[in-house]
């Protein structure tokens, strides 16, 4: 891969890792000010109104700070994780993040194509799954030629991976 080519891809993946680092932001942002402002005001309102083994506001608003806390954790270990993913990381002869594949059903040699991205992606189009789906774990790493048993819920599928271009050779879409 050439110098040109590889800044392009490298830069298509920075730009595809900050805008998803800038909507988890928002959603942290938001969360904060709801964990630090918003429910501590209404927690003193329900206290306010007397027994709290009977206030249902109490009760729920202790319920929705653990989920904002809960839920922030998260999102700053998903911030963690995508602060140290490097595009050395991602292979460039095997499915990984931002690759293209197509697959064989060897049972009714039907193809489909799937283009993985990452979990947290707002906005799907068509034939796109996440890393963590379970098609992404089960092609993750595979190479053209390879077989994956995908074990869903109503049938166990063996797909043969017939084509790929990883990020690396996406040169069209960057």
């Known amino acids: 891969m050439s110098d040109a080519v590889?800044?392009?891809?490298?830069?298509?993946?920075?730009?595809?890792?900050e805008e998803l680092k800038a909507k988890l932001r928002g959603e942290v942002e938001k969360l904060t000010h709801e964990l630090h402002i918003v429910l501590p005001a209404e927690i003193r309102r329900a206290v306010e109104m007397g027994d709290l083994k009977e206030n249902s506001e109490y009760k729920a608003a202790l319920e929705r700070q653990q989920f904002v806390q809960a839920r922030l954790?998260?999102?700053?270990?998903?911030?963690?994780?995508?602060?140290?993913?490097?595009?050395?990381?991602?292979?460039?002869?095997?499915?990984?993040?931002?690759?293209?594949?197509?697959v064989e059903d060897e049972a009714t040699s039907d193809r489909e194509s799937y283009s993985?991205?990452?979990?947290?992606?707002?906005e799907f189009e068509e034939g796109q799954v996440t890393m963590g789906s379970?098609?992404?774990?089960?092609?993750?790493?595979?190479?053209?030629?390879?077989?994956?048993?995908?074990?869903?819920?109503?049938?166990?599928r063996k797909l043969k991976v017939v084509e790929l271009v990883t990020i690396h050779d996406d040169v069209n879409a960057v």
């Open 6 to 17: 590889g800044s392009r891809v490298s830069f298509r993946c920075d730009v595809m890792l």
């Open 73 to 102: 954790g998260q999102l700053n270990m998903r911030l963690s994780k995508l602060g140290s993913i490097e595009m050395d990381q991602i292979p460039a002869d095997r499915v990984g993040l931002g690759s293209k594949v197509v």
């Open 116 to 122: 993985l991205v990452f979990g947290d992606a707002s």
């Open 134 to 156: 379970p098609i992404g774990l089960a092609l993750s790493g595979k190479a053209v030629g390879e077989t994956v048993v995908l074990r869903l819920p109503t049938m166990v």
